[in-house]
């Protein structure tokens, strides 16, 4: 076989071969990466451009390339435990291994870089947020008065309310959001759902665990937590609607509360003006009467 055949099946291979690149989105974990010896970008807004520009050359080759975001003090951790060298590249290529199978990731689409680093950064955060609330669920343990396991039965109710939620009759699209107060942040979720030819609704397998995670956990706390859900057709108004959570139950509220909720800033307090081709409408009610208090722990 002569040489130029092997070049060309090698560049065949490497056309099937996918790869992720761990970056430094943010300058302080870029000022702490600069420690190492052997990493040797001096200057942030420099390196973002040469990542930028290998990406778009892997994307003209024709191969797939996804983004994860590398976490100095993550790294420095799994060198401890692994007993590799932290100033060394074949470390940091393994730490990167380790993100895209375990870590979250988006694919380079050909966008720009400040376009993709949002849409990574709040894949970091769902990611996060699904984490701790699947953690909170896990140590609760099992209720004094009836030995149940208070996250799974507390999963369980909020998989029954997602399922009535998502019947409510009615055409379109749908957006909903819970928000589950907790320290040092809300814990937030959204869940898309659409409808197809034939009315069946259509959604995405991890968003849906995803959120039913957090009302979960806004159950099994006893949380103040509030779901809203925003309704998109063809033809028709924004509807928004939404509920409060009560023990393990969801309390509809009125389209004066919707309004409100929708119309206050929730850091200031200070009233936001209400959207243009947007109803605020009562919310139809969720749930049964039997579910009043959830587990007293």
Do not use: K, W
């Given at each position: 076989?002569?040489?130029?055949?092997?070049?060309?099946?090698?560049?065949?291979?490497?056309?099937?071969?996918?790869?992720?690149?761990?970056?430094?989105?943010?300058?302080?974990?870029?000022?702490?990466m600069r420690r190492y010896r052997t990493f040797t970008f001096d200057d942030h807004t420099t390196y973002l451009r040469q990542a930028e520009g290998l990406?778009?050359?892997?994307?003209?080759?024709?191969?797939?390339?996804?983004?994860?975001?590398?976490?100095?003090?993550?790294?420095?951790?799994?060198?401890?435990?692994?007993?590799?060298?932290?100033?060394?590249?074949?470390?940091?290529?393994?730490?990167?291994?380790?993100?895209?199978?375990?870590?979250?990731?988006?694919?380079?689409?050909?966008?720009?870089?400040a376009d993709l680093l949002p849409d990574l950064v709040d894949e970091a955060v769902r990611r996060a947020t699904w984490e701790y609330a699947t953690?909170?669920?896990?140590?609760?343990?099992?209720?004094a008065v009836c030995g149940e396991d208070i996250g799974r039965a507390a999963f369980n109710r909020a998989s029954d309310l997602l399922v009535q939620l998502l019947d409510i009759p009615g055409p379109g699209t749908r957006?909903?959001?819970c928000s589950v107060p907790a320290a040092p942040e809300t814990l937030l979720a959204a869940l898309h759902t659409a409808?197809?030819?034939?009315?069946?609704?259509?959604?995405?397998e991890t968003e849906a665990l995803e959120f039913t995670t957090i009302l979960a956990a806004g159950i099994a706390t006893h949380s103040a937590a509030g779901l809203v859900m925003r309704t998109v057709a063809d033809?028709?108004?924004?509807?928004v609607q939404g509920w409060r959570l009560h023990g393990e139950r969801l309390l509809p509220l009125t389209?004066?509360?919707?309004?409100?909720?929708?119309?206050?800033?929730a850091v200031s307090g200070d009233l936001v003006a209400p959207e243009s081709g947007v109803d605020?409408?009562?919310?139809?009610?969720?749930?049964?009467?039997e579910a009043e208090g959830g587990h007293r722990h």
């Open positions: 076989m002569t040489r130029t055949q092997h070049t060309t099946m090698r560049r065949a291979l490497r056309r099937e071969v996918a790869g992720t690149i761990g970056l430094l989105a943010d300058e302080d974990d870029f000022a702490a990406l778009r050359s892997l994307a003209s080759e024709g191969g797939h390339t996804a983004i994860a975001l590398f976490d100095p003090e993550e790294y420095a951790e799994y060198c401890a435990e692994a007993g590799l060298d932290p100033d060394a590249p074949a470390s940091r290529t393994r730490f990167t291994a380790e993100l895209a199978a375990t870590g979250p990731t988006v694919p380079y689409d050909g966008r720009p870089l953690m909170l669920l896990a140590r609760l343990g099992a209720c957006h909903l959001v409808q197809d030819t034939e009315g069946n609704t259509q959604l995405d033809g028709r108004r924004d509807r389209a004066a509360e919707v309004f409100d909720a929708y119309c206050t800033d605020y409408c009562a919310a139809p009610t969720v749930g049964d009467a």
